[in-house]
């Protein structure tokens, strides 16, 4: 069936790596992503990665793909105050459709100084 | 380029009530998605229309519906309303070229209480 599993709580100290992690079970997922939510606010589509790749970086965000244990993580360096948010992990495919979002429930980043 | 705005932002109706909600999607956007965000929770697919007709649904039951008009904007609609459909509704547009990757904007949401 279709889950996406996320820890729900991260603290971490200004300047600090973060890291965010995600499990998925649907192997013919696709696409992963990571959105961003502020209070508020809807989701913000921080990056994806298309499931041929094992890494992606765009500035400060890195996304490590390991297909064979369906396992993705986000890592956001030297993190900032404005990092604090739920970060969510989301997958789709042929499955379910490629438009279709199964999203996890939600790491809540909390930084501090 | 206007993002896209959803209406109202928050809404109180009690139960057994219909409640509407409203989406205007990005400009040039033909495609429209809308989700159900419970609190604590991720949002979950609710149903999908592309150029007004219904384009996968997710498991939810048919008291909810939808519409999508000519120039793309989008109603949700719930009938019977359920103490369980207190969440966050949101609504995302995308550009559907035929590609199986269209990113999909969405909006603030609406907040939905049912007492």
């Known amino acids: 069936g279709e889950d996406v599993e996320q820890s729900l709580f991260l603290s971490v100290r200004e300047g600090d790596s973060s890291v965010i992690n995600c499990t998925y079970t649907d192997s013919s997922s696709t696409y992963l992503y990571w959105y961003k939510q502020e209070p508020g606010a809807g989701l913000q589509l921080l990056t994806y990665?298309?499931?041929?790749?094992d890494m992606k970086q765009d500035q400060r965000l890195t996304v490590l793909l390991n297909k064979k244990d369906k396992h993705l993580s986000l890592r956001i360096a030297d993190t900032q105050t404005g990092d604090s948010a739920i970060y969510f992990c989301a997958e789709s495919g042929p499955r379910g459709g490629y438009n279709k979002l199964i999203f996890g429930a939600g790491t809540r980043l909390a930084v501090h100084p | 380029e206007t993002g896209v705005t959803q209406s109202p932002t928050h809404l109180i109706k009690t139960r057994g009530q219909q409640v509407t909600l409203r989406c205007s999607s990005q400009s040039g956007h033909n495609t429209v998605s809308w989700y159900q965000q419970a609190l604590g929770q991720g949002p979950q697919f609710i149903f999908q229309?592309?150029?007004?007709?219904?384009?996968g649904r997710g498991n939810f039951p048919p008291r909810f519906s939808g519409l999508q008009f000519p120039n793309y904007s989008s109603e949700l609609n719930v009938n019977a309303l359920e103490l369980d459909d207190s969440a966050l509704y949101l609504c995302?547009?995308?550009?559907?070229?035929?590609?199986?990757?269209?990113?999909?904007?969405f909006g603030p949401g609406t907040r939905l209480t049912v007492l």
């Open positions: 229309y592309y150029r007004e007709e219904e384009n």
């Open positions: 990665i298309f499931s041929n790749m």
């Open positions: 995302a547009s995308s550009l559907s070229r035929g590609g199986a990757y269209n990113e999909q904007f």
